[in-house]
C-alpha cells in the first residue's frame, strides 16, 4: 500500500509539541507559519528567543524545536524528550565554540 502524504501545518499549534505558550514566543521572533520554523536552525531559533526574553531558557525548549524540525522535515511526531540527548550535545558543542 503506497503511503498518503501528511497534511502539511497550517497553525504552529498543529505541530507536534508547540502549544499556545511556545507558538506566542515564536510568534514575538517572527516565526507565524510552520514554513518559517522549517527553514530555520533550532539552535538559532533557541538563542534568538534567549535574546529577545532576555534570560537563559530551559534546555527543554530547545529539545522541543528539534523535535518540530524533525517532524518537518518528514519524520514521524515524537515527544520533545525523544531529543534530550541531541539537544545536550549541540548545547554543549556550541558553547565550546564560543570560548576564547
Known amino acids: ?6 497534511e502539511q501545518p497550517v497553525q504552529l499549534e498543529n505541530l507536534p509539541n508547540i502549544g ?5 514566543d515564536l510568534r514575538r521572533i517572527g516565526i507565524v507559519h510552520p514554513d ?3 527553514r ?4 538559532a531559533i533557541y538563542r534568538e528567543l534567549s535574546e529577545v526574553m ?4 530551559d534546555p527543554c525548549l530547545l529539545y522541543t524545536l528539534l523535535s518540530v524540525k524533525h517532524f518537518l522535515d518528514g ?11 541531541e539537544g545536550k550535545i549541540l548545547l554543549k558543542s556550541s558553547e565550546k565554540g564560543s570560548q576564547p
Open 1 to 6: 500500500m503506497p503511503a498518503t502524504k501528511r
Open 36 to 38: 518559517q520554523l522549517a
Open 75 to 85: 519524520g514521524e511526531a515524537l515527544p520533545w524528550w525523544n531529543f534530550t540527548a
Open 54 to 57: 532576555g534570560r537563559r531558557l
Open 20 to 24: 499556545k505558550a511556545i507558538a506566542a
Open 40 to 43: 530555520r536552525e533550532p539552535l
